[in-house]
Protein backbone atom coordinates (compact mmCIF):
# COMPACT_ATOMS: atom_id res chain seq x y z
CA UNK A 1 0.00 0.00 0.00
CA UNK A 2 1.32 3.54 -0.79
CA UNK A 3 2.22 5.83 2.21
CA UNK A 4 2.91 9.72 2.29
CA UNK A 5 4.56 11.12 4.92
CA UNK A 6 4.93 15.08 5.97
CA UNK A 7 7.69 15.19 8.69
CA UNK A 8 6.87 18.44 9.55
CA UNK A 9 3.55 19.02 11.47
CA UNK A 10 4.19 22.99 11.76
CA UNK A 11 6.32 25.04 10.38
CA UNK A 12 6.53 28.99 9.90
CA UNK A 13 7.49 31.66 7.54
CA UNK A 14 8.23 35.55 7.45
CA UNK A 15 5.79 37.23 4.88
CA UNK A 16 8.07 37.76 1.75
CA UNK A 17 10.41 34.88 2.57
CA UNK A 18 10.61 31.45 1.04
CA UNK A 19 9.57 28.08 2.45
CA UNK A 20 9.76 24.29 1.84
CA UNK A 21 7.39 21.46 3.26
CA UNK A 22 8.45 18.24 2.75
CA UNK A 23 6.73 15.26 1.57
CA UNK A 24 7.98 11.50 1.16
CA UNK A 25 6.52 9.04 -0.52
CA UNK A 26 6.18 5.24 -0.59
CA UNK A 27 5.24 3.29 -3.47
CA UNK A 28 6.59 0.70 -6.34
CA UNK A 29 4.54 2.14 -8.98
CA UNK A 30 5.53 3.80 -11.93
CA UNK A 31 2.86 5.81 -12.85
CA UNK A 32 1.51 8.25 -10.61
CA UNK A 33 0.87 11.70 -10.02
CA UNK A 34 1.33 13.55 -6.57
CA UNK A 35 -0.25 16.67 -5.82
CA UNK A 36 -0.46 19.72 -3.02
CA UNK A 37 -3.73 20.54 -1.66
CA UNK A 38 -4.19 23.56 0.75
CA UNK A 39 -6.43 24.49 3.33
CA UNK A 40 -6.90 27.98 4.60
CA UNK A 41 -8.56 28.42 8.14
CA UNK A 42 -12.32 27.36 7.42
CA UNK A 43 -12.57 27.69 4.15
CA UNK A 44 -12.35 24.62 1.12
CA UNK A 45 -9.47 22.91 0.48
CA UNK A 46 -8.21 23.39 -2.90
CA UNK A 47 -5.27 22.40 -5.61
CA UNK A 48 -2.33 24.02 -5.48
CA UNK A 49 0.16 22.18 -7.76
CA UNK A 50 0.11 18.84 -9.53
CA UNK A 51 3.22 16.66 -10.60
CA UNK A 52 3.11 14.06 -13.06
CA UNK A 53 5.89 11.00 -12.25
CA UNK A 54 6.87 10.87 -15.94
CA UNK A 55 7.95 14.16 -16.26
CA UNK A 56 11.17 15.04 -15.29
CA UNK A 57 9.98 19.08 -15.13
CA UNK A 58 9.52 20.18 -11.39
CA UNK A 59 5.41 21.72 -11.34
CA UNK A 60 5.53 25.30 -10.78
CA UNK A 61 2.58 27.72 -10.56
CA UNK A 62 2.98 31.36 -9.85
CA UNK A 63 5.02 31.21 -6.39
CA UNK A 64 4.50 27.70 -5.71
CA UNK A 65 7.03 25.22 -7.31
CA UNK A 66 8.42 21.19 -6.20
CA UNK A 67 11.51 19.52 -6.14
CA UNK A 68 10.42 16.25 -7.40
CA UNK A 69 12.66 13.22 -6.57
CA UNK A 70 12.14 10.39 -7.66
CA UNK A 71 14.65 8.17 -6.86
CA UNK A 72 14.88 9.68 -3.34
CA UNK A 73 10.70 9.91 -3.41
CA UNK A 74 10.72 13.22 -2.09
CA UNK A 75 8.18 15.83 -2.73
CA UNK A 76 8.60 18.79 -1.35
CA UNK A 77 6.42 22.57 -1.67
CA UNK A 78 8.47 25.66 -1.80
CA UNK A 79 6.37 28.84 -1.62
CA UNK A 80 8.42 31.75 -2.44
CA UNK A 81 7.73 35.07 -1.54
CA UNK A 82 5.46 34.30 1.13
CA UNK A 83 2.11 35.93 1.62
CA UNK A 84 -0.47 36.29 4.68
CA UNK A 85 -3.09 34.18 2.43
CA UNK A 86 -0.58 31.18 2.34
CA UNK A 87 -1.16 30.11 5.58
CA UNK A 88 -3.20 27.12 5.65
CA UNK A 89 -2.86 23.17 6.25
CA UNK A 90 -0.89 21.71 3.42
CA UNK A 91 -1.65 17.98 2.67
CA UNK A 92 0.77 15.83 0.47
CA UNK A 93 -1.56 13.74 -1.72
CA UNK A 94 -0.28 10.97 -4.27
CA UNK A 95 -2.37 9.08 -6.87
CA UNK A 96 -1.48 6.16 -8.37
CA UNK A 97 -2.05 6.00 -12.35
CA UNK A 98 -5.21 3.73 -12.47
CA UNK A 99 -6.82 4.58 -8.88
CA UNK A 100 -9.26 7.25 -8.36
CA UNK A 101 -8.45 7.75 -4.64
CA UNK A 102 -6.03 9.57 -3.15
CA UNK A 103 -3.46 8.40 -0.40
CA UNK A 104 -3.10 11.94 2.12
CA UNK A 105 -0.17 12.91 4.39
CA UNK A 106 -0.90 14.28 8.05
CA UNK A 107 -0.84 17.70 6.70
CA UNK A 108 1.83 20.39 7.88
CA UNK A 109 0.08 23.26 9.39
CA UNK A 110 1.69 26.84 8.00
CA UNK A 111 2.20 30.01 9.73
CA UNK A 112 3.53 33.07 8.14
CA UNK A 113 4.25 35.99 10.41
CA UNK A 114 4.00 39.23 9.65
CA UNK B 1 -17.16 27.56 -11.29
CA UNK B 2 -16.18 23.97 -9.86
CA UNK B 3 -18.96 23.26 -6.97
CA UNK B 4 -18.72 21.02 -4.06
CA UNK B 5 -22.04 21.75 -1.59
CA UNK B 6 -22.49 19.81 1.80
CA UNK B 7 -26.22 20.40 3.68
CA UNK B 8 -24.32 22.03 7.13
CA UNK B 9 -21.10 23.78 8.04
CA UNK B 10 -22.08 22.66 11.38
CA UNK B 11 -23.93 20.16 13.01
CA UNK B 12 -24.81 19.12 16.75
CA UNK B 13 -26.33 15.19 17.76
CA UNK B 14 -26.58 13.23 20.86
CA UNK B 15 -25.52 9.68 20.96
CA UNK B 16 -27.38 7.03 19.48
CA UNK B 17 -28.84 9.96 16.97
CA UNK B 18 -29.22 8.73 13.26
CA UNK B 19 -27.42 11.48 11.38
CA UNK B 20 -27.25 12.34 6.91
CA UNK B 21 -24.69 14.09 5.96
CA UNK B 22 -25.60 15.32 1.99
CA UNK B 23 -22.80 16.02 -0.33
CA UNK B 24 -23.94 17.09 -3.59
CA UNK B 25 -21.05 18.11 -6.83
CA UNK B 26 -22.20 20.08 -9.96
CA UNK B 27 -19.26 18.98 -12.27
CA UNK B 28 -20.93 15.47 -13.21
CA UNK B 29 -17.68 13.43 -11.41
CA UNK B 30 -18.20 9.94 -11.68
CA UNK B 31 -16.34 9.48 -8.22
CA UNK B 32 -17.48 11.19 -5.06
CA UNK B 33 -15.75 10.32 -1.49
CA UNK B 34 -16.57 11.31 2.12
CA UNK B 35 -13.59 11.58 4.72
CA UNK B 36 -13.01 12.68 8.71
CA UNK B 37 -10.30 14.92 9.23
CA UNK B 38 -9.09 15.09 12.59
CA UNK B 39 -6.22 16.43 14.10
CA UNK B 40 -2.39 15.17 13.99
CA UNK B 41 -4.38 12.41 11.89
CA UNK B 42 -4.89 14.29 8.31
CA UNK B 43 -7.91 13.06 6.01
CA UNK B 44 -8.99 9.62 6.48
CA UNK B 45 -11.37 7.94 3.36
CA UNK B 46 -14.17 6.44 4.85
CA UNK B 47 -16.53 5.43 1.99
CA UNK B 48 -16.07 6.45 -1.49
CA UNK B 49 -18.03 5.61 -4.76
CA UNK B 50 -16.91 5.20 -8.25
CA UNK B 51 -20.79 5.92 -9.82
CA UNK B 52 -24.07 5.37 -8.95
CA UNK B 53 -25.12 2.74 -6.71
CA UNK B 54 -21.45 1.67 -6.21
CA UNK B 55 -19.71 2.00 -2.88
CA UNK B 56 -16.15 0.88 -1.53
CA UNK B 57 -14.89 0.52 1.70
CA UNK B 58 -12.10 3.33 2.47
CA UNK B 59 -10.01 3.22 5.90
CA UNK B 60 -12.82 3.94 8.40
CA UNK B 61 -16.01 2.78 7.14
CA UNK B 62 -16.63 1.43 10.57
CA UNK B 63 -20.16 2.77 12.28
CA UNK B 64 -21.09 4.34 8.40
CA UNK B 65 -22.82 3.68 5.43
CA UNK B 66 -22.87 5.59 2.49
CA UNK B 67 -26.01 5.85 -0.59
CA UNK B 68 -25.34 7.35 -3.66
CA UNK B 69 -28.88 7.05 -6.06
CA UNK B 70 -28.07 10.24 -8.05
CA UNK B 71 -24.58 10.82 -9.98
CA UNK B 72 -24.56 14.64 -8.32
CA UNK B 73 -25.89 13.31 -4.10
CA UNK B 74 -23.21 11.52 -2.15
CA UNK B 75 -24.81 10.64 1.47
CA UNK B 76 -23.57 9.64 4.78
CA UNK B 77 -25.13 8.11 7.43
CA UNK B 78 -23.81 7.44 11.12
CA UNK B 79 -26.42 4.61 11.74
CA UNK B 80 -25.94 5.50 15.71
CA UNK B 81 -24.34 8.30 16.60
CA UNK B 82 -21.94 8.10 19.42
CA UNK B 83 -19.29 10.52 20.59
CA UNK B 84 -16.23 8.72 18.81
CA UNK B 85 -17.41 9.70 15.87
CA UNK B 86 -17.17 13.80 16.76
CA UNK B 87 -15.12 15.32 13.73
CA UNK B 88 -14.90 17.53 10.67
CA UNK B 89 -16.31 15.63 7.58
CA UNK B 90 -15.00 16.73 3.87
CA UNK B 91 -16.98 15.47 1.16
CA UNK B 92 -14.92 15.38 -2.39
CA UNK B 93 -15.61 14.49 -5.97
CA UNK B 94 -13.05 13.74 -8.96
CA UNK B 95 -13.42 12.95 -12.46
CA UNK B 96 -12.26 9.46 -13.34
CA UNK B 97 -8.48 9.25 -14.07
CA UNK B 98 -5.38 9.38 -11.69
CA UNK B 99 -4.25 12.70 -13.00
CA UNK B 100 -7.77 14.28 -12.05
CA UNK B 101 -7.76 17.41 -9.30
CA UNK B 102 -10.51 16.44 -6.48
CA UNK B 103 -12.49 19.11 -5.18
CA UNK B 104 -13.44 19.72 -1.52
CA UNK B 105 -16.76 20.84 0.07
CA UNK B 106 -16.32 23.43 2.35
CA UNK B 107 -16.76 20.42 5.60
CA UNK B 108 -19.18 19.67 7.96
CA UNK B 109 -18.07 19.98 11.43
CA UNK B 110 -20.41 17.51 13.34
CA UNK B 111 -20.38 17.29 17.43
CA UNK B 112 -21.71 14.37 19.07
CA UNK B 113 -22.85 14.46 23.01
Known amino acids: AQTVTQSQPEMSVQEAETVTLSCTYD???????LFWYKQPPSRQMILVIR??????QNATENRFSVNFQKAAKSFSLKISDSQLGDAAMYFC???????????FGKGTKLTVNP | DVKVTQSSRYLVKRTGEKVFLECVQD?????MFWYRQDPGLGLRLIYF???????EKGDIPEGYSVSREKKERFSLILESASTNQTSMYLC????????????FGPGTRLLVL
Open chain 2, 92 to 103: ASRKRGGRETQY
Open chain 1, 27 to 33: TSESDYY
Open chain 1, 51 to 56: QEAYKQ
Open chain 1, 93 to 103: AFSRGGSEKLV
Open chain 2, 27 to 31: MDHEN
Open chain 2, 49 to 55: SYDVKMK
